[in-house]
Nanobody
Framework: QVQLVESGGGLVQPGGSLRLSCAAS????????MGWYRQAPGKQRELVAT???????NYADSVKGRFTISRDNAKKTVYLQMNSLKPEDTAVYYC?????????????WGQGTQVTVSS
């Protein structure tokens, strides 16, 4: 079974930084797009950033210039470097990966990690 395990969340002050990590494990043949999403209380989950296997990136306007997504294919890990954090960045952050196992591509989700930016 494929599993995505996230780490790096926590409580930070406005203007601070956090680095989230998400490592994929299991019977993985290939990983295509990887990304980060977030969900604040009472709101729908929204895309934060994505990165392709060729390292092409895409960011939500709200985080562009502050967040950086990257990946280490050897480690099957995607990262999200978050700088200049704002209170509105407070949310549960989920990693997502498009993964091929034995015979099909499928989206997988991490368990989520809480990011809280105090005001």
């Amino acid at each position: 079974q494929v599993q995505l395990v996230e780490s790096g969340g926590g409580l930070v002050q406005p203007g601070g930084s956090l680095r989230l990590s998400c490592a994929a494990s299991g019977s993985i043949l290939s990983i295509r797009v990887m990304g980060w999403y977030r969900q604040a209380p009472g709101k729908q989950r929204e895309l934060v950033a994505t990165i392709t296997g060729g390292d092409s990136t895409n960011y939500a306007d709200s985080v562009k210039g502050r967040f950086t997504i990257s990946r280490d294919n050897a480690k099957k890990t995607v990262y999200l470097q978050m700088n200049s954090l704002k209170p509105e960045d407070t949310a549960v952050y989920y990693c997502n990966a498009d993964i091929r196992t034995y015979g099909a591509w499928r989206d997988y989700w991490g368990q989520g990690t809480q990011v809280t930016v105090s005001s």
